[in-house]
Nanobody, 128 residues
Framework: QLQLVESGGGLVQPGGSLRLSCVAS????????IGWFRQAPGKEREGVSC????????YYADSVKGRFTISRDNAKNTVYLQMNNLKPEDTAIYYC?????????????????????WGQGTQVTVSS
């Protein structure tokens, strides 16, 4: 069974940090670009960051640029999202997704249309 499982969410104060993990089972991630998305209450799901499969190129939404870092460890079949200087507006359910392995290009704008597999999500709450 193909599965993506996120972990690492929780409650953190503004200015704090969290590291989310996305682990794949039933398939290997190394052929797939991976994206992180989030959905806040009452809002549409939005792309946050993505990382290429072959060259490891990274992309970020303007709202998180300079604060979030995406990385991958193919040996562990895991992708991470390091989130620093968290703000209340970062509160959302965070999802990882395997993007289409044959996609010629990935970007924040296109990643929503390129999802092959979704994880179940992990809640991140930023509040004092």
């Amino acid at each position: 069974q193909l599965q993506l499982v996120e972990s690492g969410g929780g409650l953190v104060q503004p200015g704090g940090s969290l590291r989310l993990s996305c682990v794949a089972s039933g398939f290997t991630l190394d052929h797939y670009p991976i994206g992180w998305f989030r959905q806040a209450p009452g809002k549409e799901r939005e792309g946050v960051s993505c990382i290429g499969a072959s060259d490891g190129s990274t992309y970020y939404a303007d709202s998180v640029k300079g604060r979030f870092t995406i990385s991958r460890d193919n040996a562990k079949n895991t992708v991470y999202l390091q989130m620093n200087n968290l703000k209340p507006e970062d509160t959302a359910i965070y999802y990882c997704a395997a993007l289409n392995e044959f996609a010629s290009r990935i970007s924040i704008a296109s990643m929503s249309d390129q999802v092959d597999y979704w994880g179940q999500g992990t809640q991140v709450t930023v509040s004092s």
